[in-house]
């Protein structure tokens, strides 16, 4: 059985941290991370507001982060083995559970994407606390002066509406809860969605 589960959310909201911890406990769990797909910087737009265009989904080789996810899904036991993923042994037959975390900050912007989900999660954290977690991250391209505020949020807040309307299945999570509390919520619905498809 295969079973994939988007873990969506604003900028530094905890969806790695979410990731990782899932991808421990689950068994054989592969990660398709959105951000592995950002185009190169010389290939990203400057915009009107002066910024380079970074927090849209033209930054991202989304046909490649799609052409990925169906390699997964087409033999997930050759894609975890190539990933490195250690796989239970009664796993390796077709008989095993195989799970997908894909997470990113517009996995649910891309059409072609959003009906691969079993399950949709999306975290998110207010405006103050999104700063500050922002302002304290440490990015191989350091952060210019005003891109939080004239070019992040303002993009955050835009794909979250596309995303509202053009996705209806998402669990929304409040980012500013415990990590416990996040992990326990997804872990719990992901149990209760494999119930329902056995």
């Given at each position: 059985m295969k079973f994939i589960i988007g873990i969506g959310g604003v900028t530094n909201g905890g969806k790695t941290t979410l990731t990782n911890r899932l991808l421990k406990t689950?068994?054989?769990?592969?990660?398709?991370?959105?951000?592995?797909?950002?185009?190169?910087?010389?290939?990203?737009?400057?915009?009107?507001?002066?910024?380079?265009?970074?927090?849209?989904?033209?930054?991202?080789?989304m046909e490649a982060m799609v052409s990925t996810v169906k390699g997964w899904q087409?033999?997930?036991?050759?894609?975890?083995?190539?990933?490195?993923?250690?796989?239970?042994?009664?796993?390796?037959?077709?008989?095993?559970?195989?799970?997908?975390?894909?997470?990113?900050?517009?996995?649910?912007?891309?059409?072609?994407?959003?009906?691969?989900?079993?399950?949709?999660f999306y975290i998110s954290i207010p405006y103050e606390e999104c700063k500050k977690r922002r302002s304290t991250r440490t990015y191989t391209l350091p952060d210019p002066p005003g891109l939080f505020d004239g070019h992040v949020w303002p993009m955050y807040l835009r794909h979250r509406k596309e995303m509202e309307d053009n996705c209806e299945r998402i669990a929304y999570l409040d980012g500013m809860t415990s990590k416990d509390d996040i992990y326990n919520k997804v872990y719990e619905s992901f149990q209760n969605g494999l119930l329902n498809n056995l």
């Amino acid at each position: 059985m295969k079973f994939i589960i988007g873990i969506g959310g604003v900028t530094n909201g905890g969806k790695t941290t979410l990731t990782n911890r899932l991808l421990k406990t689950l068994p054989n769990c592969c990660v398709v991370h959105q951000d592995d797909f950002f185009k190169k910087p010389d290939q990203i737009e400057v915009g009107d507001d002066g910024f380079r265009q970074w927090d849209v989904i033209n930054a991202i080789d989304m046909e490649a982060m799609v052409s990925t996810v169906k390699g997964w899904q087409e033999n997930p036991v050759k894609f975890a083995l190539s990933h490195g993923v250690s796989m239970s042994p009664e796993s390796t037959s077709e008989e095993g559970i195989h799970i997908l975390i894909v997470e990113g900050f517009l996995i649910y912007n891309y059409k072609p994407l959003i009906d691969v989900y079993d399950k949709c999660f999306y975290i998110s954290i207010p405006y103050e606390e999104c700063k500050k977690r922002r302002s304290t991250r440490t990015y191989t391209l350091p952060d210019p002066p005003g891109l939080f505020d004239g070019h992040v949020w303002p993009m955050y807040l835009r794909h979250r509406k596309e995303m509202e309307d053009n996705c209806e299945r998402i669990a929304y999570l409040d980012g500013m809860t415990s990590k416990d509390d996040i992990y326990n919520k997804v872990y719990e619905s992901f149990q209760n969605g494999l119930l329902n498809n056995l």
